[in-house]
């Protein structure tokens, strides 16, 4: 970064010029993550810290005295904000904050073992001081000179080095206590998945098993395989039965067809949640719509993909092309809590403390909501800015002025994620994130695959100034209707 140009675009920046501004953020975007992450020690509330800070950077810009200063200045916005969100998030969740690494560095092609092991050095990462991890994230995660993170950090290069140095020494004692095979260093990790293991052994149904996926939700990373060996144990002799059952196949059918069909509400453009969703569709052309064939659902079929990490959701060809954006028209399910607020099932069960009450409030506040699913694959790397960038552009063009908010987004399929309400609605407007890269849907070409669930109501609601709710809704109930023509 030249003094010389960047001092210039902060001149420029202060006088409202769209691409200085631009310009700072292509500059300085990686040091503030990396300064977040210094903080947090984790990726998504990193990303959510940075993005604020920058928009209160931007608005604060005329009272920065010396242009020249503008990183380590920005460094300190950046910050001052990471801890205040860190505090309020551990005060919410009645815990310390979980370190979660940055996998998206894991090498294209990698195999189970060596994805693990990428995920346990950053891990270790996770547990520096705040100190080393910011010096160790900016200077060879992100990518800046010696010259550059100084300069950001505000110290001598010697005192970088310094830092550096020691960072390398605790990373190079986990790595071998790693590669000599005392692994994982964190030893709840390897309780959690005892746990899950054991508990399959009692029953899908039972309270252990219960307690068991409470504890993997919360696993970073999430235990994909684990789970999907677990369900293959379960449903393999099922599956045998169900390929010679015609009315299995009927039944996945029909629950595929509610999930990826548009509701009549949302196919007439004279409801409110119909006029949203045409002008959701005529704001992002550059999403082609695709819907899957569900009347050529075969119920084991689908149920073998699912262990396979696959989705009927998503074209066949999805896995080998390098880009590709997609919206679906779908029906999701949401859950209204006993306190009003609207969540998704697995955060549902993280507020749950035991099976009976999960399945208390699912059966009272089971709810089902309209929606777009958008999806779309880069070669390049998908940071959770754009998908908060593109959610604003949405909102300006479609509910201009109406208040909009985003939070952090704990999931356990993501890398980072966001949450996006609009003014008091308690139904979520989006929630989505970059993936993790063992969930590239089968690709092993370098790459990144994002996602958003977009639920109507709110917008609905925002756009037309009239109450729009979710509808009742009960699987089994569903389940004894006659299917339609």
């Excluded at 990698?110 to 891990?123: F, G, P, Y």
């Excluded at 910011?134 to 200077?139: G, M, N, Y």
């Excluded at 395989?225 to 015609?246: C, G, I, Q, S």
């Amino acid at each position: 970064m030249e003094q010389n140009s960047e001092q210039n675009w902060v001149k420029r920046a202060k006088q409202g010029d769209t691409a200085a501004i631009a310009e700072l953020f292509r500059l300085y975007w990686r040091a503030a993550r990396a300064a977040a992450y210094g903080v947090t020690g984790n990726f998504a509330l990193a990303e959510d810290a940075a993005s604020e800070a920058f928009y209160a950077a931007i608005e604060s810009l005329p009272d920065l005295k010396d242009e020249r200063r503008f990183g380590p200045w920005l460094r300190t916005i950046v910050v001052r904000t990471a801890r205040r969100q860190k505090a309020k998030t551990a005060k919410e969740n009645g815990a310390e904050l979980k370190t979660q690494p940055d996998s998206k560095s894991t090498p294209p092609g990698a195999d189970l073992e060596q994805q693990e092991l990428v995920a346990l050095i950053h891990e270790a990462v996770g547990h520096l001081s705040e100190t080393l991890r910011e010096a160790v994230v900016l200077f060879y995660f992100e990518g800046y000179s010696l010259k550059e993170a100084a300069g950001f950090l505000d110290v001598p290069e010697g005192t970088l080095k310094r830092r550096l140095h020691d960072g390398r020494k605790r990373l190079r004692d986990a790595a071998g206590q790693i590669l000599k095979g005392a692994k994982p260093m964190n030893a709840k990790h390897q309780q959690i998945l005892k746990q899950l293991k054991d508990a399959f052994e009692e029953g899908l149904n039972t309270e252990a098993f219960y307690q068991a996926m409470r504890e993997a939700l919360r696993l970073r990373p999430f235990p994909d395989e684990l789970l999907r060996e677990v369900m293959r144990k379960h449903w393999a002799p099922k599956l045998e039965k169900a390929a010679l059952d015609p009315e299995r196949t009927c039944e996945m059918r029909k629950i595929l067809s509610l999930a990826y069909s548009a509701s009549e509400r949302a196919r007439d453009p004279n409801h409110p949640v119909g006029e949203v969703a045409g002008a959701i569709r005529a704001a992002l052309p550059e999403f082609q719509s695709w819907q899957p064939d569900t009347s050529k659902i075969d119920y084991s079929q689908t149920m073998r993909q699912m262990f396979e990490g696959k989705s009927p959701s998503m074209p066949s060809n999805f896995a080998e092309v390098s880009t590709a954006s997609y919206i679906t028209a779908m029906r999701a399910c949401l859950v209204q809590d006993s306190d009003g607020s609207v969540c998704t099932t697995s955060e549902l069960m993280q507020r749950k403390t035991t099976r009976d009450e999960m399945h208390t409030q699912m059966s009272q506040g089971n709810r089902l909501s309209d929606a777009f699913r958008l999806f779309w694959k880069s070669p390049e790397s998908i940071e959770l800015r754009a998908i908060e960038d593109l959610l604003r552009r949405l909102s300006e063009t479609i509910i201009p002025g109406t208040p909009v908010r985003f939070t952090s987004f704990d999931g356990p399929h993501y890398r980072a994620a966001l949450r996006m309400q609009l003014a008091d609605n308690p139904i979520p407007a989006a929630m989505g994130g970059v993936h993790n890269p063992h969930q590239l849907l089968g690709t092993s070409e370098r790459g990144s695959v994002a996602s958003i669930l977009i639920w109507l109501e709110p917008w609905a609601e925002a756009k037309s100034g009239k109450a729009v709710e979710l509808a009742n809704f009960s699987l089994l109930d569903f389940m004894k209707k006659p299917e339609q023509e």
